[in-house]
């Protein structure tokens, strides 16, 4: 459909097919997020009905899931005294759902920018 709030964009479901890409960019190596789900788990289990019902609702309704926001700030240490703040890097670990929300939407995405341009 067309998003009033955005003028002429239109705002098709998920596809099973675009999921199914954006499980198989998924870098099953990475840390967990605060949902504790491993990117593993989204991947290589046939998640994919589940996953892609909460990702159409998360999109057709706007409400992205408490948890699916939340990220959990790390610190890792750098080289140097590790007495001092300065020698350590903050990552965010987030949601591997949000992720998969965020990759399956971004490649949605450049596949309308690509039709608008031709």
Known sequence: ????????????PFTMEELNEARRQMKVGKAVGEDRI????????DTGDILLKMCNNA?????????????KIVPVPKKGDLTKAANYRRIAL?????????????????????????
Not at 63 to 68: E, F, L, T
């Open 59 to 71: 999109l057709e309704s706007r409400q992205i899931p408490d948890q699916w926001r939340t990220q």
């Open 1 to 12: 459909g067309i998003n009033a709030e955005y003028g002429d964009i239109e705002e098709e």
């Open 38 to 45: 491993r990117p593993k788990v989204v991947k290589h289990i």
């Open 94 to 118: 987030s949601s591997v759902l949000a992720k998969t929300l965020n990759l399956t939407d971004v490649k949605k995405q450049k596949l309308n920018d690509c039709r608008n341009h031709l």
